[in-house]
């Protein structure tokens, strides 16, 4: 257990609908990240926040946006979802943002979203 | 933009046989280098990282090794098993460490 916990683990909806992906970081990780692993791919790297900014952006799509809430969770909204958009899910929090002493990733279970 | 190239994308060896997988990366700012292992349906888990004043981390039969100047990091999997079979992902930090941006994976399968 990684201590990332992510909800729901697995998600079916239809194209054009709107879902909303939970992730509640590790006990006192600031940094949460998002990523998307479509079948037999790599991670794509989304969007990262630090104790509630946004301070990185990947390839996220315009239709996706994602917040860091005060309590330190985040919430990933894909929105207009088209069936490409079928993919795993993965929070992962870290300690810190940046510095020398960063460190290790550490990911959450994921989400499974199935676009139909 | 940011970049991080790995090769090969699948890699077979008979088991006792070494692994070796390599990347480079496109940001000479990057100062921390994890390689994350993934089993089939499971999570990322990191198996080693090194830091950008280090040239060589090992730990049992796993090494990386880094160089700076060509941008370059390996990893290296001695005496392999059935069990290290899976999908290994490099990764290289961006934008002041702030971003983490990852190879494309090597399917590594070691036949028994």
């Known amino acids: 257990d990684s201590g990332v916990t992510q909800t729901p683990k697995h998600l079916i909806t239809a194209t054009g609908q709107r879902v909303t992906l939970r992730c509640s970081p590790r006990?006192?990780?600031?940094?949460v990240y998002w990523y998307q692993q479509s079948l037999d791919q790599g991670l794509q790297f989304l969007i990262q926040y630090y104790n509630g900014e946004e301070r990185a952006k990947g390839n996220i799509l315009e239709r996706f946006s994602a917040q860091q809430f005060p309590d330190l969770h985040s919430e990933l909204n894909l929105s207009s979802l088209e069936l490409g958009d079928s993919a795993l899910y993965f929070c992962a929090s870290r300690t810190a943002a940046g510095g020398p002493n960063t460190g290790e990733l550490f990911f959450g279970e994921g989400s499974r979203l199935t676009v139909l | 933009g940011e970049n991080v190239e790995q090769h090969p994308s699948t890699l077979s060896v008979q088991e006792g046989d070494s692994a070796v997988i390599k990347c480079t990366y496109s940001?000479?700012?990057?100062?921390?280098f994890p390689w994350y292992k993934q089993e089939l349906g499971k999570r990322p888990q990191l198996i080693i990282d090194?830091?950008?004043?280090?040239g060589e981390k090992k730990d049992q039969r796993i090494a990386v090794t880094l160089n700076k100047t060509a941008k370059h990091f390996s990893l290296h999997i001695t005496e392999t098993q059935p069990e290290d079979s899976a999908v290994y992902f490099c990764a290289a930090t961006f934008q002041n460490n702030n971003d983490m941006r990852f190879g494309a994976g090597t399917r590594l399968t070691v036949k028994p």
């Open positions: 006990s006192g990780d600031l940094s």
């Open positions: 090194i830091r950008s004043n280090v």
């Open positions: 940001d000479s700012a990057s100062n921390y």
